[in-house]
């Protein structure tokens, strides 16, 4: 518990962390995790690159120039994949009525793949924006909702 308390302060006080905290299911033992494995975000090209590292990416097989998705890898640090799993069904179990873009792409998701696809999809999805919100230095700002309509 006390442990739990000085994590809190920690990623409270540190600028970096209180913007991966902005995320959806991301929290502050979530932030700290990011912030020890991904540093600044720089040694990754891109978010898919950070979203592999963590095993969160379908593993490909090709024949015949054929490319083929299996399932996910399950590659890289199996404690920071567990959190931001966990942060993704706590996003899932929030969602309710809102209508802003992300609540609407993540319902669609559960809707179209399954509960568990859907966590793992979320989970990729909030490593991205943890890599985004890392290398670029800005606070993540969620996207308003699209006019009905469009």
């Given amino acids: 518990m006390e442990i739990d308390r000085a994590i809190g302060q920690i990623a409270r006080e540190d600028d970096r962390s209180r913007r991966l905290m902005q995320l959806r299911g991301v929290g502050p033992t979530t932030a700290s995790a990011l912030l020890v494995s991904l540093g600044d975000g720089h040694d990754f090209r891109n978010g898919r690159q950070v ?3 963590l095993g969160l990416t379908p593993g490909q097989y090709s024949s015949g120039g054929r ?3 299996g399932s996910i890898t399950k590659a890289g640090d199996a404690y920071l994949r567990s959190l931001l799993a966990l942060g993704a069904r706590a996003v899932m179990t929030n969602l309710g009525e809102k209508h802003d873009r992300f609540s609407c792409w993540a319902r669609s998701r559960i809707e179209r793949r399954g509960y568990w696809r859907a966590a793992v999809v979320i989970a990729a999805k ?7 919100v890392l290398t670029c230095g800005e606070a993540f700002t969620l996207a308003p909702a699209l006019p009905m309509g469009t």
């Fill in 67 to 69: 490319p083929r998705l």
């Fill in 51 to 53: 979203a592999a590292w």
């Fill in 126 to 132: 909030n490593s991205r924006m943890a890599w985004a």
